[in-house]
């Protein structure tokens, strides 16, 4: 059964770093979202993507934060230069098509800023 | 804004116990509700959905919930759990279906003690 990946499962960086977390949503689905959860928190959303653009993104989601589906495959989320505050586990996404309503999770990666 | 209450945060019980988690949200229009359920080291997996229809609503490894509109609740039960049910247990709810993001509660640790 195809799922979402996710790389890296963990990535420890310094406050200020950029980092990117990567995404391969499922072959044939058309709709991407990042959620994450900072931990003890609830999962929250972050931004959709959809035609290769976005198409919501939560107030969390500031200039710091940029999605990028690069070839066709991957999906990712870079965080320009991250604040201990970024810290959480960070969930990739995606639908197969309007209507289709169940959102196929990743493993999550682990993002811990010192 | 919608929003997703749990109010159990860590249960434990022993095998064979039934088990009732709590789901409320806060929306006054139409909604999907799902229950998500994440293994130790595993991703986010969907155990069962509501849309419309029979408010009951059966789900995978013997899982139901039940949706009361006039209570805003969707309760996942289990009528006689196994350690294997050890997991953390996510009630989300979907309420604008153009863009399809999904609002979380903050999840419930279930500790099946053998």
């Known amino acids: 059964e195809p799922e979402v990946t996710q790389t890296p499962s963990h990535q420890v960086t310094q406050m200020g770093q950029e980092v990117i977390l990567r995404c391969v949503p499922i072959s044939n689905h058309l709709y991407f979202y990042w959620y994450r959860q900072i931990l003890g928190q609830k999962v929250e959303f972050l931004v959709s993507f959809y035609n290769n653009e976005i198409s919501e993104k939560s107030e969390i989601f500031d200039d710091q934060f940029s999605v990028e589906r690069p070839d066709g495959s991957n999906f990712t989320l870079k965080i320009r230069s991250t604040k201990l505050e970024d810290s959480a586990m960070y969930f990739c996404?995606?639908?197969?098509?309007?209507?289709?309503?169940?959102?196929?999770f990743g493993p999550g990666t682990r993002l811990t800023v010192t | 804004a919608q929003s997703v209450s749990q109010h159990n945060h860590h249960v434990i019980l022993s095998e064979a116990a039934s088990l009732e988690l709590g789901c409320n949200y806060s929306?006054?229009?139409?909604?999907?509700l799902f229950w998500y359920v994440q293994y130790p080291g595993q991703h986010l997996q969907l155990l069962l959905k509501?849309?419309?229809?029979?408010?009951l609503v059966k789900g995978i490894k013997g899982f139901e919930a039940e949706f009361i509109k006039s209570k805003f609740s969707f309760n996942l039960r289990k009528p006689s759990v196994q350690w294997s049910d050890t997991a953390e247990y996510f009630c989300a709810v979907l309420t604008n279906f153009g863009n399809e993001k999904l609002t979380f509660g903050t999840g419930t640790r279930l500790t099946i003690i053998p």
């Open positions: 509501y849309f419309s229809g029979d408010p």
């Open positions: 929306y006054g229009g139409t909604v999907n």
């Open positions: 996404a995606s639908r197969r098509a309007q209507g289709a309503r169940e959102q196929y």
